[in-house]
Antibody
Framework: EVQLVESGGGLVQPGRSLRLSCAASGFTFDDYAMHWVRQAPGKGLEWVSG????????GYADSVKGRFTISRDNAKNSLYLQMNSLRAEDTALYYC????????????????WGQGTMVTVSS | SYVLTQPPSVSVAPGQTARITCGGNNIGSKSVHWYQQKPGQAPVLVVY???DRPSGIPERFSGSNSGNTATLTISRVEAGDEADYYC????????????FGGGTKLTVL
C-alpha cells in the first residue's frame, strides 16, 4: 500500500524552529519528486515547497523562501522540511505529497497525500 | 504572480451535473489538476493534466481546459460528492511555483 506519514508537528513559539518528516512506503521513493503543501485552519491549500528525485531541483513559495528548507534522504525513504523563523501565519496542517514524475524542469500533480501534521506557532 | 479564481460555492441536486470553474490568464496553456477534499480528510486527486482521471476515480468526474477557464464536471452527482474542490497549476513564469485556486464548496441539495 502506498503511504505517506508525516510527523514532527507541534506547538512552537514565534521565531523558533521545527523540523517535519515524511516517511514514504509502498513505492520506489527515489523515482519521484515530492512536495509539502499546507492548509491553515479553515482555509485553502497552499503549495510550500517541492524537490526533485535527486534533490537537483528545488522550489519554494515566496511566503517561506529563505526560512524553510526542503530535503530528502532516499536511503531512508524520507522527506523533510526544516522550518526556521516561524511566524503565526505559518500555523497550518502540513501535508507531504507525492509527484507522479521525477521533477526537474517541470512538476506534476499531487497524486498521493499523507494525513498531515499540525504546526501551531503561538506564544 | 499567477492567480486562479474559483466560485466559493456551487449547489446541485442529486443526479444532476455540477460544473466547477477555475479561471486564470491563458490557463488553457497550462496543465490543470483538480483535488477533492472532504471534511477532516486529506485532498484526493480526481483529475490531472486537464482531463485525465487517476485509477479509482469514477468516470463521472471529467475535466476540460481552454482559453481562460478550466472546468471540472461531475455528472450524476451523488451525496458523497459533497466536498471542497481545488484547481491547481504550476506557474512557469515564477520559477515553477505551485498555485491553487481558492476552492469551491460543492453542496448536494
Amino acid at each position: 500500500e502506498v503511504q505517506l506519514v508525516e510527523s514532527g508537528g507541534g506547538l512552537v513559539q514565534p521565531g523558533r524552529s521545527l523540523r517535519l518528516s515524511c516517511a514514504a512506503s509502498g513505492f520506489t521513493f527515489d523515482d519521484y519528486a515530492m512536495h509539502w503543501v499546507r492548509q491553515a485552519p479553515g482555509k485553502g491549500l497552499e503549495w510550500v515547497s517541492g524537490i526533485s528525485w535527486n534533490s537537483g531541483s528545488i522550489g519554494y513559495a515566496d511566503s517561506v523562501k529563505g526560512r524553510f528548507t526542503i530535503s530528502r534522504d532516499n536511503a531512508k525513504n524520507s522527506l523533510y522540511l526544516q522550518m526556521n523563523s516561524l511566524r503565526a501565519e505559518d500555523t497550518a496542517l502540513y501535508y507531504c505529497a507525492k509527484d507522479p514524475g521525477s521533477g526537474g524542469k517541470t512538476w506534476g500533480a499531487f497524486d498521493i497525500w499523507g494525513q498531515g501534521t499540525m504546526v501551531t506557532v503561538s506564544s | 504572480s499567477y492567480v486562479l479564481t474559483q466560485p466559493p460555492s456551487v449547489s446541485v441536486a442529486p443526479g444532476q451535473t455540477a460544473r466547477i470553474t477555475c479561471g486564470g490568464n491563458n490557463i488553457g496553456s497550462k496543465s490543470v489538476h483538480w483535488y477533492q477534499q472532504k471534511p477532516g480528510q486529506a485532498p484526493v486527486l480526481v483529475v490531472y493534466d486537464d482531463s485525465d482521471r487517476p485509477s479509482g476515480i469514477p468516470e463521472r468526474f471529467s475535466g476540460s481546459n481552454s482559453g481562460n477557464t478550466a472546468t471540472l464536471t461531475i455528472s450524476r452527482v451523488e451525496a458523497g460528492d459533497e466536498a471542497d474542490y481545488y484547481c491547481q497549476v504550476w506557474d512557469s513564469s515564477s520559477d515553477h511555483r505551485g498555485v491553487f485556486g481558492g476552492g469551491t464548496k460543492l453542496t448536494v441539495l
